[in-house]
């Protein structure tokens, strides 16, 4: 079974630029998560689709960033204009139940936005 | 939101069993408790979870005492590729935001 691909895997970008983010949950997984990495500090969750919608986007930083699901498969984070605070490591996790059910999340392996 | 407090950094030696405990004293009735472990350039990989007594999968045991005021992660006879950090997760899992990443704890495993 493959698992969460996230694409691009690095990405640097000059600020006031455009960024955008794409993550592939496991096939059959509803729910997929965003979350990210500042430097320094703490993964911090951004926001959860069930299928193609938002059913919580309380930790999205601000409306810089825009997150989509069409047809409830792949997602995108969209930065847009991208400033340096929003550098860190974007991690995508999907899951087929709501608590991750016995394997829990199966995140992906990031994608390194640098952000000049 | 369950705060959860584990030891920055820890060394072990290969073939020593590890024992990793957390400390989340506000855990709420409906919370479970889930460990994660990471590598670098990595995202957390899920070891284990439980809500109450023993719970133990081929990769490793999670201790979880009458009053859950804490958990303990064991990983029996660690190697050198179990280096890594490892976070312990507490939340009632319905949504990802219940899941607070904290610094975690970095094993560090010796030759």
């Known amino acids: 079974e493959a698992g969460v691909t996230q694409f691009p895997s690095h990405s640097v970008i000059e600020k006031g630029q455009t960024v955008t983010l794409r993550c592939d949950p496991i096939s059959g997984h509803d729910n997929l998560y965003w979350y990210r990495r500042v430097m320094g500090k703490e993964i911090k969750f951004l926001l959860h689709f069930v299928k193609e919608s938002k059913q919580d986007e309380s930790g999205m930083p601000n409306n810089r960033f825009l997150a989509e699901r069409t047809g409830g498969t792949y997602s995108t984070l969209k930065v847009q204009p991208a400033e340096l605070e929003d550098s860190g490591v974007y991690f995508c996790?999907?899951?087929?139940?709501?608590?991750?059910?016995?394997?829990?999340?199966?995140f992906g392996s990031g994608t390194r936005l640098t952000v000049v | 939101l369950a705060k959860t407090t584990q030891p920055i950094s820890m060394d072990s030696y290969e073939g020593q069993e590890v024992n990793i405990t957390c400390s989340h004293n506000n855990i709420a009735t409906n919370d479970y408790i889930t460990w994660y472990q990471q590598f670098p350039s990595q995202g957390p990989r899920f070891i284990i979870q439980?809500?109450?007594t023993k719970v133990t999968n081929e990769v490793a045991s999670l201790f979880i005492p009458a009053d859950r005021k804490s958990s303990t992660l064991s990983l029996p006879r660690v190697s050198l590729s179990d280096t890594a950090v490892y976070y312990c997760?507490?939340?009632?899992?319905?949504?990802?935001?219940?899941?607070?990443f904290g610094p975690g704890t970095r094993l560090s495993v010796l030759p």
């Open positions: 439980g809500y109450k």
């Open positions: 996790a999907s899951s087929q139940d709501l608590g991750g059910s016995e394997d829990g999340y199966t």
């Open positions: 997760l507490v939340g009632d899992g319905n949504y990802g935001q219940n899941f607070v």
